[in-house]
Every structure is written in C-alpha cells, then in structure tokens.
C-alpha cells in the first residue's frame, strides 16, 4: 500500500492496462491494447477520437494534475487489425501540466 495523506492510496489502481472489446465476445477474447509496464502506479483513461481515426492516452501517476498524453492512429497498418499492442506515440511525455482533448 502506498503511505502518505488518507485517500491517496493507489495500491488497488497499480498495473492499469486497456483493453479492446469486440461487442458479442466474451470477455476472455479481449485484447490487451495499451499498458505501461514501466510505471505501474499509472493511472491510464482512453478516449476515441469523435472521428474514430485516434485512441488518445492520458497517463496520471496521482492527484497533482498532471499528466503524459499519448495516441495510437487507428487507421495505421500496426493499428488498425486491434490484435495486439497498439503502436502509440507520445503527444506529451514530461509531467507538466493537465491536458484535455477538445477534437482533432
């Protein structure tokens, strides 16, 4: 368990990982699309583009606001069969600031 201020334990939301659902399959069929093996204490939401072109990545490692911003283009050749690991690329990659997707 992590130690620090009451209501920052983060143990339970270590190791995120997003998968893609095919609607019809079980659960089981799942596939692991994004995880970040090397930081575990990431906090990963994913949003599709209002176009479904980009899955957009926004990484936390707290409450401190901020926050990496990566996106994998969905239309891409590595991408577009979602079998596996999607290739994604770093939009923003130092904790700076808070970011927010308005639309591509």
Not at 2 to 25: A, F, M, N, P
Not at 40 to 49: D, G, N, T
Not at 77 to 100: R, T, Y
């Amino acid at each position: 368990m992590v130690h620090g201020e009451q209501g920052q334990e983060t143990d339970k939301l270590r190791d995120q990982k997003v998968y893609y659902h095919r609607i019809g399959t079980k659960q089981a069929e799942d596939v692991l699309s994004f995880q970040m093996k090397d930081l575990p204490e990431a906090m990963v939401q994913s949003h599709v583009s209002h176009d479904g072109a980009y899955l957009l990545l926004t990484i936390s490692r707290g409450n401190d606001g901020q926050l990496l911003v990566y996106y994998a283009d969905l239309k891409s050749d590595a991408n577009k069969e979602l079998k596996g690991e999607l290739v994604v690329k770093p939009i923003v990659s130092e904790w700076i600031a808070s970011f927010d997707y308005v639309h591509n």
